[in-house]
């Protein structure tokens, strides 16, 4: 469980470190389009402002991808490691009960209170779920 949160957790780090390059390209492209606008400096301002916005565009999309894509992405991936880890822990809690031979529902109820809080099903709905599917079998 633990190898498998970390490979998550790995993998939307370097993403996160993917997005934070993205500005240090942006500065880059952007001393690289002043050096070619210093290289046409005797031409005219119409040839100038285009180099010159050429150099803003790579700035701009530095910016853009990091901070409005891909570390947002990151960010989504660090989370979706932290669920699944939530998720996990539930069902090896719920498994450590009832495999150490405590009853099922009391193993359930173990389980449920390790549920997220923003998450967690009231004692009545787990109840009523747990009813159903003994009814279910029972069909």
């Keep these: 469980m633990e190898a498998y949160y970390e490979e998550l957790e790995h993998e939307a ?8 390059s993205f500005p240090g390209l ?5 001393v690289l389009g002043v050096i070619i606008t210093m290289g ?3 031409e005219p ?4 402002g285009h180099s010159i916005g050429a150099a803003l565009v790579g700035t701009f999309l ?3 991808m990091c901070y ?15 669920s699944e880890k939530e998720y996990l ?18 193993a359930l109820e173990f389980g449920r209170r390790a549920v997220p809080k923003n998450d967690r099903p ?11 599917q003994k009814n279910l079998r029972n069909l």
């Excluded at 780090?13 to 934070?20: D, Q």
């Excluded at 301002?45 to 100038?48: H, Q």
Aim: hydrophobic share 50%; proline share 4%.
């Design 13 to 20: 780090a370097l993403t996160n470190e993917i997005a934070e």
């Design 26 to 30: 942006g500065i880059v492209a952007a």
């Design 40 to 42: 046409k400096i005797s």
């Design 45 to 48: 301002p119409e040839v100038l």
């Design 62 to 64: 530095g910016i853009l």
């Design 68 to 82: 409005g894509i891909v570390g947002p992405i990151a960010r989504k991936m660090k989370l979706y490691a932290e």
């Design 89 to 106: 822990m539930v069902i090896k809690t719920i498994i450590i009960y009832f495999v150490s031979g405590i009853n099922p529902k009391i």
């Design 122 to 132: 009231s004692f009545m709905e787990l109840e009523t779920t747990f009813k159903e």
